[in-house]
């Protein structure tokens, strides 16, 4: 009886994962191939036709916005872990997190305002005399959907970075720091070597999240070229083609596959 | 003698003042950069016309307002199918997760790893072309456009983080207490109710908060599923953004921040780090 209570008690929730989750999962592989009740590869070469752009448009601003998180969360996890003033280290504590709970709708709505030609970005900068009021321009296109993502992603895996650096050996930080490195030097040859494995898994799942966003690119880059996910929902919505929609669909399974192949990769390197 | 010993302190001193120079232009960007947006915002909430180029509105009022909260209102009766479903989605996760989390951290499980990396699954792709795909299956078992469809969405997607949770949080429960609870006579299950289960309630609570959340801000599956018939504040925002209305859109915007904001300043008392050390394992 004992042997049954724990498949018994994990199964209700299994069946939601499978049903709700895995069942669309094959269906969207295999719809992907499927044309007009044949199979075939006619959605992947309408694909390639119509959106060979923006799946390249998609993987670089993508990439680029990783790119960005990582650098920038490894900045925030250094000067939390080396900083020398209490009072600055706390200031950032605070203050690098607030991004993270903020939903991507709202995200979407907040750098839509901000960053648009007349926003407070803009009139900041205009009024510091960093711009001039006649060069403004909106950033709303690739430059604003790679604000929204480093904006919302850096704190999560800041987070992620920075407890994985403050677990580490005090010893080794303070005798390089005693033998006259510089923190930069501590950061990048000690510290960011030892975190590596933290800090690809946070930029592996940022990947995956921000190849699954529909609403910033709706909401701050509708022209073209734009990402997968906007093409997806325009291409239900206009001509309810679920063949080209799968197709794209696996495209971006793919290349976020690419980038856990990565992660896997440089893990085995490190782990060998 | 004194003013001797007193030159390097004064010196380094001066030097830390010089210091907060780059500190203060750096963190003032920072600060500007992460709630200039939220400002602007705000702003947006009570601008009753606000156009190119101006840099900051023409009127301000709370107009905007009185129509969101009118009583026969769109964004009152998204606010509560939100709200409902929410709650609907927080209940259905929680009575999935309850089980499933205590089996994962007490009791003999088969493939135990595979079990806990299956409910991982809908975090590990993107989630898109699977909604795309329930929405299609829903269409055929006339599931789209229900709030029944939009909950089951919103469970599958909160499982990850009530199963996970809630294992942590049964795992972190100290094995003695309930073995002695045992030794003086109460039944398994008595044991479950009156010891384990109210130790695990913080770690609990912190998921359903969690899953809570993630239903009121979820959009990309509601947007699939519900739409056009069930509107709950995302898509409202959504919509309201889209016809050019900013006002609607930003104070939707700061009706779905209000939540996310006081679970960020409250989550250190109910995520304790015992538990966030066994999320996972």
């Known amino acids: 009886m004992a042997r049954f209570l724990g498949p018994l008690l994990v199964s209700p929730a299994l069946i939601i994962i499978l049903l709700l989750f895995m069942l669309p999962l094959a269906a969207s592989v295999i719809g992907a191939f499927e044309v007009e009740g044949a199979y075939g590869l006619g959605n992947f070469t309408k694909a390639y036709d119509f959106y060979t752009q923006d799946i390249v448009f998609t993987a670089v601003i993508v990439g680029l916005s990783a790119l960005l998180t990582g650098l920038l969360a490894i900045a925030i996890g250094g000067y939390l872990t080396l900083g020398e003033n209490p009072t600055a280290v706390a200031i950032l504590r605070w203050l690098y997190r607030w991004p993270m709970f903020i939903p991507f709708i709202v995200v979407g709505q907040i750098l839509r305002t901000f960053l648009a030609k007349s926003g407070l970005l803009n009139s900041t900068l205009i009024a510091l005399g960093l711009i001039d009021p006649l060069s403004a321009t909106s950033y709303l296109d690739w430059r604003g959907v790679v604000i929204a993502f480093v904006w919302k992603q850096t704190p999560f895996v800041a987070l992620m970075v920075a407890g994985a650096m403050a677990s580490l050996d005090r010893g080794t930080i303070e005798a390089a720091r005693n033998l006259g490195a510089s923190r930069l030097r501590i950061l990048v040859e000690i510290i960011v070597p030892q975190v590596t494995t933290t800090l690809l898994v946070g930029l592996v799942l940022s990947f995956v999240t921000m190849m699954g966003v529909l609403s910033v690119p709706l909401m701050i880059n509708a022209q073209a070229p734009t990402m997968i996910t906007a093409d997806i929902a325009f291409r239900l919505s206009t001509y309810r083609d679920y063949g080209v929609a799968n197709a794209l669909g696996l495209i971006s399974l793919a290349i976020s596959g690419v980038a856990a192949w990565f992660y896997l990769r440089v893990n085995m390197r490190q782990s060998r | 003698m004194s003013a001797v010993l007193a030159a390097p302190r004064d010196y380094s001193s001066l030097r830390n003042l010089l210091w907060w120079l780059p500190r203060a232009v750096i963190l003032g960007a920072l600060a500007f950069v992460i709630f200039g947006p939220l400002f602007n915002m705000l702003v947006w909430t009570v601008a009753e016309r606000w156009y190119f180029p101006h840099t900051l509105p023409i009127d301000y009022g709370f107009s905007y307002w009185g129509r969101v909260f009118a009583p026969r209102g769109n964004a ?106 045992r030794n003086l006579g109460a039944s398994g299950l008595k044991a479950f109710a009156d010891v384990t289960l109210p130790l695990a309630a913080p770690g609990l609570m912190a998921s359903a908060i ?18 056009p018939d069930v509107t709950t504040l995302p898509l409202l925002l959504y919509s309201a953004g889209a016809g050019g209305n900013y006002q609607i859109a930003s104070i939707t915007a700061l009706l779905l921040l209000v939540p996310s904001i006081a679970f960020m300043l409250v989550v250190e008392k109910f995520l304790r780090a015992d538990v966030l050390a066994k999320v996972g394992q």
Do not use: C, M
Not at chain 2, 78 to 86: C, E
Not at chain 2, 158 to 167: C, E, F, K, M, T
Not at chain 2, 211 to 216: G, N, P, Q, R
């Open chain 2, 76 to 181: 009152l009766q998204s606010l509560v199918a939100s709200i409902s479903i929410a709650l609907f989605t927080v209940a259905g996760s929680l009575a999935l997760a309850i089980p499933a989390g205590y089996a994962l951290a007490r009791l003999k499980l088969p493939l135990r790893g595979l079990v806990l990396l299956a409910f991982l699954l809908p975090q590990a792709f993107p989630n898109l072309p699977v909604y795309v795909n329930i929405a299609r299956l829903f269409y055929e078992i006339g599931l789209n456009g229900t709030v029944l469809g939009v909950v089951l969405v919103h469970v599958t997607h909160g499982l990850v983080y009530a199963v996970w949770i809630a294992s942590a949080a049964f795992s972190a429960v100290d094995r003695d207490l309930e073995l002695a609870a």
């Open chain 2, 210 to 227: 969690f899953v809570f959340l993630e239903s009121l801000d979820e959009f990309t599956g509601s947007y699939f599923v519900g739409a």
